[in-house]
């Protein structure tokens, strides 16, 4: 994969792969997976460039989802349990 799919993917994820609900992130995936692929396409970077390197970026996508929800269940335990 090129180094400017790497970077728009990293920036792309980062700007828009937030905290969601367990129960949300395999709809939010599909929808923000679609974007990711729109918005690349616009600035001239083939979707192929992107899955040949990660492969199926909504799964990818879906990960990033779930760590991030993760990451925010923990941090919630953890400020409860310093209270």
């Not at 939010?28 to 990660?54: F, M, N, S, W, Y």
Request: net charge negative; charged share 35%.
């Amino acid at each position: 994969m090129s180094e400017h799919a790497i970077e728009f993917l990293r920036g792309w994820i980062g700007e828009k792969v937030h905290c969601q609900s367990h129960a949300r992130i395999e709809k939010q995936a599909e929808t923000l997976a679609r974007e990711c692929a729109a918005k690349a396409a616009e600035v001239g970077i083939p979707l192929e460039d992107i899955q040949e390197e990660v492969g199926d970026i909504q799964e990818l996508i879906a990960s990033r989802l779930e760590e991030a929800a993760e990451a925010d269940e923990n941090q919630q335990a953890s400020s409860k349990a310093a209270e």
